[in-house]
């Protein structure tokens, strides 16, 4: 995901070059690779929303999300010897989808919109920061709302993903999703090693 920003230029995309030089495949849709300047590297691989693809084993299947970026997706990733599913989304502030059969939950749960919304008051941030985190990040009551619209049948964890260092309550959104879903719910934090376990062999 690349934003069109030059303030956000190279988010999420810093180490790009490097990875390619140590001979690393990469997949990105087109907008990424073309504003990154990689398109034509032979280790660049693009994929379209809508349009699954396979890695080993993996079957990837991206969508559309909904950021100030150039061409940003999300993956719903299959493990194909036991049809398990991972979904994984973030830097986005609203999906349109809806997913059935996914076991493991890696989404964005950025800020409360109520902590925002004082800093801005206060003058902690500046309206083009507040205007930009309402429209471009997953907020705590957008993921509750997505979560309860989504057939959660088989999910088995949920792991919240991208806070904000100030407009986030780490204890508060873990506690406020495990309520909704009864769901096993953690954030993600630097170091942190989950196991994906639902088929251990």
Same mark, same amino acid.
């Given at each position: 995901m690349l934003t069109n920003s030059r303030a956000w230029l190279g988010d999420h995309t810093k180490a790009l070059s490097n990875v390619l030089k140590a001979g690393i495949n990469c997949y990105m849709t087109d907008g990424t690779a073309t504003v990154k300047g990689v398109k034509t590297h032979h280790r660049t691989h693009i994929v379209k929303a809508a349009q699954t693809y396979t890695v080993g084993p993996f079957a990837i299947y991206p969508f559309e999300t909904e950021h100030d970026a150039v061409e940003p997706v999300g993956y719903l990733i299959s493990y194909r010897p036991t049809g398990e599913k991972l979904l994984y989304a973030t830097d986005t502030f609203y999906l349109r989808y809806?997913? #059935?059969? @996914?076991?493991? &939950? &890696? %989404?964005?749960?950025?800020? @409360? #919109?109520? %902590?925002?919304r004082a800093r801005f008051t206060n003058g902690e941030i500046t309206k083009n920061l507040y205007d930009r985190l309402m429209t471009s990040h997953f907020s705590l009551d957008n993921l509750k709302d997505f979560l309860a619209a989504s057939d959660l049948t088989v999910t088995r964890q949920i792991v919240l993903l991208h806070m904000s260092k100030d407009n986030s309550d780490e204890r508060r959104m873990v506690r406020e999703v495990r309520s909704l879903t009864n769901i096993k719910t953690t954030a993600a934090v630097a170091g942190l090693k989950l196991g994906l376990d639902l088929h251990p062999f």
């Open positions: 809806s997913f #059935r059969g @996914v076991h493991y &939950l &890696l %989404i964005e749960c950025n800020y @409360v #919109r109520s %902590i925002a």
